[in-house]
């Protein structure tokens, strides 16, 4: 199936809702365009970054599996 959309003085374009549904898009998101033989590409943006990266030493450090285990079961309210 195939979609149109309009170019705004701007330069600017409203992505249909069906192809936003597919594509999992969402406002905010970015897309990215890419050119391959000879056709153009529109993909949602995935950072290359890990997204975890910023959550790197909210945890306590351990040293052995039993402290991990310790604070497992402490959060976990186990006895």
């Known amino acids: 199936?195939?979609?149109l959309a309009k170019l705004s003085s701007k330069g600017q374009i409203?992505?249909?809702?069906?192809?936003?549904?597919?594509?999992?898009?969402?406002q905010?998101?970015?897309?990215?365009?890419e050119f391959e033989?000879?056709?153009?590409?529109?993909?949602?943006?995935?950072s290359e970054e890990n997204p975890?990266?910023?959550?790197?030493?909210?945890?306590?450090?351990?040293?052995t599996v039993e402290e991990i285990n310790s604070w497992l079961s402490?959060?976990?309210d186990d006895e």
């Open 1 to 3: 199936m195939s979609y």
């Open 14 to 26: 409203t992505i249909p809702q069906e192809v936003r549904r597919h594509l999992g898009l969402k």
């Open 28 to 33: 905010g998101d970015q897309v990215s365009f």
């Open 37 to 46: 033989d000879g056709r153009t590409i529109i993909k949602p943006y995935r």
């Open 52 to 63: 975890f990266l910023q959550y790197q030493g909210v945890l306590n450090s351990f040293k």
């Open 74 to 76: 402490d959060i976990r």
